[in-house]
């Protein structure tokens, strides 16, 4: 599905500023993999969602899409293929449009032509899908996402990532902004939605637990580098003590190593 | 005198749709506005002097805006330079260029030639000339309205909405959002041109300054629009755009007429204008401050509402 190969990303490279994100990682996604992905902040994780969807240009390496090198095509290709949710509730709606205009620019991706698709049967539709969330949102279709809660509009962008069809999903810890009742409610949805679609999904989470109990692979990233990849076997009698003491052993490595510089 | 107003309003209104398109749908501070108003009278003019036709010289004066907003658009996807300095780029050229189409002049009279304004009386015998203008500016009004009623209901109307409202939400939904600002752009500055190339004609000459201020008093009468009611529904947002069009050029009359007792000249309209523009700023704040509060009154209400009715479920089972 995916094939990320020697990827490399350097911010403001030649400065003072230059800063190494993400050192050369490799990284194969099977089809239909659930993938959680942990690190603390500044490992790297965002920076790797924006290399694979196309939002920041790669300093090196290659990433391949069903087969395909997409290393330099632009965001907007890539979405085909890839959709993703971000930490913030609003950057997947439209606040200033209805919920049903949010849901017929996500309803067939690619550019739109001049047809008037949004008709009666469509708001059937809809609202035959809304009602999955549980929200309520199915009789305000036509009120402004802007007027939604931070859990409704995530849990709507869910939706709307969903119906676009993409086959792969990016979550960039799509429920942390969320209070744990919304967070809960999304996260449902999200593993529902998952396994009716069988989207490849990549996830970004601080939450341990969720990490082990979520998906059939863990991947944990610290200074720009992947320095856990755990299968599903290996996940099954994971705990979240024995992650963090493994995240631990494997930091402690460097800081001996540092400590054996520092110490004459 | 009064149908005066209304003939003015409403082809300036045409303009106002055009702002509201690059202001408010697009989120794009769009400066071109300026020189394509007065690039849609030259054109328009120089058309009906070399005698095309009415038709083709309105389609002349649309097309040619609608280059100039590709232009601005292009400016801004390409050298990835803010909107407002690709419109003011756009528009400083566009000055030139404008005298260039008329011919090295800076003003063109329409005299003695056929234009729209002199058919419409033609047009609608049945009624005094002042009203055969009004009945006709109505109708051209109330056809642009319609279709760009229709255009923003359509699936690339709605993603020009949403551009402007969540550009990464397009970028996520796999559309390129330099093609739909491109689109845009120009739409809003085909009916700014379009609207100019009407003004030439009901005043019957073209002048390489007309746009002067455009962007100002396009601001100042979408503002008072929102004033009137508040929608998300296209067609009633370009009815009060339509409306506010009026209204300001209404206010405007009233300061060139009636200032005078307290010493107002027709150079203090832009002073006016511009402070016009600032108070309804403010309002909206206010405004906007106080309906969000609402809003949230309401979400409490809902939800304590949808609690209490889970928790009687809860009770019955």
Redesign the interface.
Same mark, same amino acid.
């Given at each position: 599905m995916l094939r990320i190969e020697q990827l490399s990303k350097v911010f403001y490279p030649g400065t003072v500023n230059e800063k190494t994100a993400i050192e050369y990682i490799d990284l194969d996604v099977r089809d239909g993999d659930f993938i959680t992905v942990v690190g603390s902040n500044g490992s790297g994780k965002s920076t790797l969602f924006n290399l694979i969807s196309g939002t920041y240009p790669v300093t090196g390496g290659k990433i391949i899409l069903n087969g395909k090198d997409v290393t330099n095509s632009?965001?907007?290709?890539r979405? +085909?293929t890839i959709?993703?949710i +971000?930490q913030d509730p609003? *950057?997947?709606?439209?606040? *200033?449009?209805?919920i049903e205009?949010?849901m017929?620019?996500?309803f067939?991706?690619?550019? *739109?032509?001049?047809?008037?698709?949004?008709n009666a049967s469509k708001r059937g539709y809809f609202k035959e899908e809304l009602k999955q969330l549980s929200m309520?949102l199915e009789d305000r279709l *036509?009120d402004?996402v802007g007027?939604l809660?931070g859990g409704q509009r995530q849990a709507l962008t869910l939706l709307m990532?969903v119906l676009?069809r993409p086959q792969m999903l990016l979550l960039d810890e799509h429920t942390a902004a969320l209070d744990p009742r919304n967070a809960q409610i999304v996260m449902d949805l999200t593993t529902e939605f998952i396994s009716r679609y069988r989207l490849t999904t990549l996830m970004v989470t601080h939450n341990m637990q969720h990490a082990i109990d979520f998906g059939n692979r863990l991947i944990m990233m610290d200074g720009g580098k992947i320095i856990l990849d755990l299968s599903q076997e290996e996940k099954h009698s994971l705990t979240v003590p024995k992650l963090v003491k493994m995240f631990k052993s494997i930091k402690n490595q460097e800081y001996v190593s540092d400590e054996d510089l520092l110490t004459p | 005198m009064l149908e005066g107003i209304f003939v003015d309003g409403l082809i300036f209104s045409i303009m106002v749709i055009g702002v509201l398109i690059s202001y408010r749908i697009l989120d794009f501070a769009d400066l071109t506005c300026d020189g394509s108003f007065a690039t849609g009278a030259a054109v328009a003019t120089m058309a009906i002097v070399n005698g095309t036709g009415l038709a083709t010289a309105l389609l002349l004066a649309f097309l040619a805006g609608a280059v100039a907003g590709v232009v601005t658009a292009t400016i801004h996807n390409r050298l990835k330079v803010p909107g407002l300095l690709a419109g003011i780029l756009t528009m400083t050229m566009l000055y030139s260029i404008n005298i260039r189409i008329l011919g090295g002049r800076a003003n063109v009279p329409l005299l003695r030639i056929e234009t729209l304004y002199t058919k419409f009386p033609q047009i609608f015998p049945m009624v005094s000339t002042p009203w055969a203008l009004l009945i006709g500016t109505l109708l051209i009004v109330f056809i642009v309205k319609e279709l760009i009623d229709v255009f923003f209901r359509t699936d690339l109307g709605i993603s020009i909405g949403a551009l402007g409202s969540n550009e990464q939400m397009i970028i996520s939904m796999g559309i390129d959002p330099k093609l739909l600002k491109v689109i845009g752009m120009a739409l809003s500055n085909a009916l700014i041109a379009l609207s100019g190339g009407l003004l030439a004609q009901y005043q019957g000459f073209a002048d390489a300054n007309l746009g002067q201020g455009m962007v100002v008093q396009g601001l100042a009468a979408i503002m008072i629009g929102e004033f009137l009611f508040d929608s998300n529904k296209i067609s009633l947002i370009t009815l009060r755009v339509i409306l506010g069009a009026i209204i300001y050029k209404a206010l405007m009359f009233l300061g060139r007429y009636y200032g005078y007792y307290i010493n107002l000249t027709p150079s203090d309209l832009k002073l006016l204008t511009g402070i016009l523009v600032i108070v309804s700023l403010i309002v909206a704040q206010t405004r906007n401050a106080a309906s969000t509060a609402d809003a949230r009154k309401k979400a409490l209400r809902r939800n304590k509402e949808r609690r209490e009715a889970s928790m009687k479920e809860g009770g019955d089972a």
């Amino acid at each position: 599905m995916l094939r990320i190969e020697q990827l490399s990303k350097v911010f403001y490279p030649g400065t003072v500023n230059e800063k190494t994100a993400i050192e050369y990682i490799d990284l194969d996604v099977r089809d239909g993999d659930f993938i959680t992905v942990v690190g603390s902040n500044g490992s790297g994780k965002s920076t790797l969602f924006n290399l694979i969807s196309g939002t920041y240009p790669v300093t090196g390496g290659k990433i391949i899409l069903n087969g395909k090198d997409v290393t330099n095509s632009p965001e907007y290709r890539r979405a +085909f293929t890839i959709g993703r949710i +971000f930490q913030d509730p609003t *950057k997947g709606t439209a606040a *200033k449009m209805s919920i049903e205009d949010n849901m017929i620019t996500a309803f067939k991706k690619g550019m *739109k032509g001049l047809g008037i698709s949004l008709n009666a049967s469509k708001r059937g539709y809809f609202k035959e899908e809304l009602k999955q969330l549980s929200m309520g949102l199915e009789d305000r279709l *036509k009120d402004n996402v802007g007027l939604l809660s931070g859990g409704q509009r995530q849990a709507l962008t869910l939706l709307m990532t969903v119906l676009s069809r993409p086959q792969m999903l990016l979550l960039d810890e799509h429920t942390a902004a969320l209070d744990p009742r919304n967070a809960q409610i999304v996260m449902d949805l999200t593993t529902e939605f998952i396994s009716r679609y069988r989207l490849t999904t990549l996830m970004v989470t601080h939450n341990m637990q969720h990490a082990i109990d979520f998906g059939n692979r863990l991947i944990m990233m610290d200074g720009g580098k992947i320095i856990l990849d755990l299968s599903q076997e290996e996940k099954h009698s994971l705990t979240v003590p024995k992650l963090v003491k493994m995240f631990k052993s494997i930091k402690n490595q460097e800081y001996v190593s540092d400590e054996d510089l520092l110490t004459p | 005198m009064l149908e005066g107003i209304f003939v003015d309003g409403l082809i300036f209104s045409i303009m106002v749709i055009g702002v509201l398109i690059s202001y408010r749908i697009l989120d794009f501070a769009d400066l071109t506005c300026d020189g394509s108003f007065a690039t849609g009278a030259a054109v328009a003019t120089m058309a009906i002097v070399n005698g095309t036709g009415l038709a083709t010289a309105l389609l002349l004066a649309f097309l040619a805006g609608a280059v100039a907003g590709v232009v601005t658009a292009t400016i801004h996807n390409r050298l990835k330079v803010p909107g407002l300095l690709a419109g003011i780029l756009t528009m400083t050229m566009l000055y030139s260029i404008n005298i260039r189409i008329l011919g090295g002049r800076a003003n063109v009279p329409l005299l003695r030639i056929e234009t729209l304004y002199t058919k419409f009386p033609q047009i609608f015998p049945m009624v005094s000339t002042p009203w055969a203008l009004l009945i006709g500016t109505l109708l051209i009004v109330f056809i642009v309205k319609e279709l760009i009623d229709v255009f923003f209901r359509t699936d690339l109307g709605i993603s020009i909405g949403a551009l402007g409202s969540n550009e990464q939400m397009i970028i996520s939904m796999g559309i390129d959002p330099k093609l739909l600002k491109v689109i845009g752009m120009a739409l809003s500055n085909a009916l700014i041109a379009l609207s100019g190339g009407l003004l030439a004609q009901y005043q019957g000459f073209a002048d390489a300054n007309l746009g002067q201020g455009m962007v100002v008093q396009g601001l100042a009468a979408i503002m008072i629009g929102e004033f009137l009611f508040d929608s998300n529904k296209i067609s009633l947002i370009t009815l009060r755009v339509i409306l506010g069009a009026i209204i300001y050029k209404a206010l405007m009359f009233l300061g060139r007429y009636y200032g005078y007792y307290i010493n107002l000249t027709p150079s203090d309209l832009k002073l006016l204008t511009g402070i016009l523009v600032i108070v309804s700023l403010i309002v909206a704040q206010t405004r906007n401050a106080a309906s969000t509060a609402d809003a949230r009154k309401k979400a409490l209400r809902r939800n304590k509402e949808r609690r209490e009715a889970s928790m009687k479920e809860g009770g019955d089972a």
